[in-house]
């Protein structure tokens, strides 16, 4: 079994940066890939950013290409999620998920349990 912890969410203005981690902890995640999700209120969850087990693969979906990195640590058991750039329409809860690097939620093994993210105008 695999927990997945995020940190690093809060308020910060438009134009502003954040970097989110997910830290897992019960095994090691270093064979999976793993993926940002985030959802906002009344909206399905969007797939975000992907990254495949090495970190040489990255995937991004079209509303963060360019703003958003995501990156990961193996020895630390970790995934980030940079995040410069911030814009209002950014805000919801962000999630982490290991499995896969598809953008369909349902192909993920593992799941955190969501850090908000708030962008202020």
């Known amino acids: 079994q695999v927990q997945l912890v995020e940190s690093g969410g809060g308020l910060v203005q438009a134009g502003g940066s954040l970097r989110l981690s997910c830290t897992a902890s019960?095994?090691?995640?270093?064979?999976?890939?793993m993926g940002w999700f985030r959802q906002a209120p009344g909206k399905e969850r969007e797939f975000v950013a992907a990254?495949?087990?090495?970190?040489?693969?990255?995937y991004y979906a079209d509303s963060v290409k360019g703003r958003f990195t995501i990156s990961r640590d193996n020895a630390k058991n970790t995934v980030y999620l940079q995040m410069n750039s911030l814009k209002p329409e950014d805000t919801a809860v962000y999630y982490c998920?290991?499995?896969?690097?598809?953008?369909?939620?349902?192909?993920?093994?593992?799941w955190g349990q969501g850090i908000q993210v708030t962008v202020s105008s």
């Open positions: 998920a290991a499995g896969s690097t598809a953008w369909d939620p349902k192909r993920y093994d593992y």
């Open positions: 990254i495949d087990w090495s970190g040489s693969r990255t």
């Open positions: 019960g095994r090691t995640v270093s064979s999976y890939a």
